[in-house]
């Protein structure tokens, strides 16, 4: 079996903590947005989806050195946030969540939408006609047939969080045991003489993690697939 | 007990009809295309006519010049769908608990039964719409409607997804739902034999617009 260091269960613990909190409170944002999307055309609708997407296609670097312009203690929201809300970013490990959660939001997003988008609209109609007000028929038809959709957009955002580097190491620098993720600690690894054996360790796990998620987002998009027909 | 008296422009197809009935089934006859879909979808609120008024039970829920447009949900009707669309994610038991639910009524487990009973879907209740043919789907869709207890019961041609043996198996529940549910109801149906057997008074639709209105017999 793999002998995990306590330095390295340092950096997958720290990992894990860092993806769970970015993909929880990235869902809720993401459920709107693809609710949004997939429901509503309004003026600029083309430019929203392009920004939702931008982390996708710009240099990770980019995104982080703009995260710390914005976030950073000097920046606009940053300096606000940490002056009236005591909420720090910069140099903590709530700015790697921060940085984990914009970056993998895309990933998170898109199966949310398509499930939006396959729902049968007339089955809300339905339940208009039963008596439910449009929230309602949000909270009892469209998001539990959803569902499915939903946790897969939150499986693979969470794969993507605990993978994240680029922007990670850019915003929130490369301190263990506060923004050391797996990731930035397998870069200082290899960058160190005998850093080798350990960071094929971390390599192992984050290969184990991002299959674990694969496949299980491809069963929860089976299980949609079942729950819309009915069976 | 209804009134209707609207206009509606759909791409190039005109509606424009109005009738007043007190009666008990109100059999909508035309041809495909005529506008009884339409019509219908204005009663139950999902569609805007461009003017005039819809009264239901003595309540206008629409009247374009007054600016007054009731949404759907709080018209209390009822409306049976060709395709029954019941919940997928639901079994048959929450699929009519649904309209209880949504309107915060107290549970009725006297009318709950008798409906049960009427319709014979005990044995469904604890089975996943999936699992249902078309008639058993039919007949809980019919019982999820009259359990929000509606004061209207719209029904779009609900056997027209049937073959003609399914259809004959549901007709009599529809006989019996006039006779004892107390439920008045707007039935759409391009078939004579059926709106025969059911209907109290016909409105018949022709391109948009209504061509005569009275007993069955306008039928012939």
Redesign the interface.
Known sequence: MLDISPAEWTAILLSLRVAVIATLVATPFGIALAWLLARHDFWGKSFLDAVVHLPLVLPPVVTGYLLLLTFGRKGLVGGFLAEYLGIVFSFRWTGAALACGVMSFPLLVRPMRLSIEAI?R??E??????????W?VFF??TL??SLPGVLAGMVLGFAKAIGEFGATITFVSNIPGETQTISSAIYSLIQTPDGDAAAGRLVIVSVALAIGALISAEWFARRATK????? | MLRVDVEKQLGEFSLSASFASEGRVIGLFGASGAGKSSLVNMI?G?LRPDRGTIVIDGETVDDTAAGIHI????R????V?Q?A?????LNVAQNLD??RR??SLAPDPAQHKRIVELLDIGALLDR????LSGGERQRVALG??LL?KPRLL?LDEPLGALDEGRKLEILPYLVRLRDEANVPMVYVSHDVAELRQLATQIVMLKQGRVTSFGGVKVLT
């Open positions: 049968d007339r089955l109609q339905a339940a208009e006609t039963l008596g439910a007000a449009p309602k009892t038809v539990p047939l729950r819309l027909h009915g069976n | 139950a999902l949404p759907t949900y709080q209390r009707i009822g409306y769908f395709d669309r019941l919940f997928p994610h649904y309209g949504m309107n996943r719409p999936g699992k999820r409607a929000s719209l």
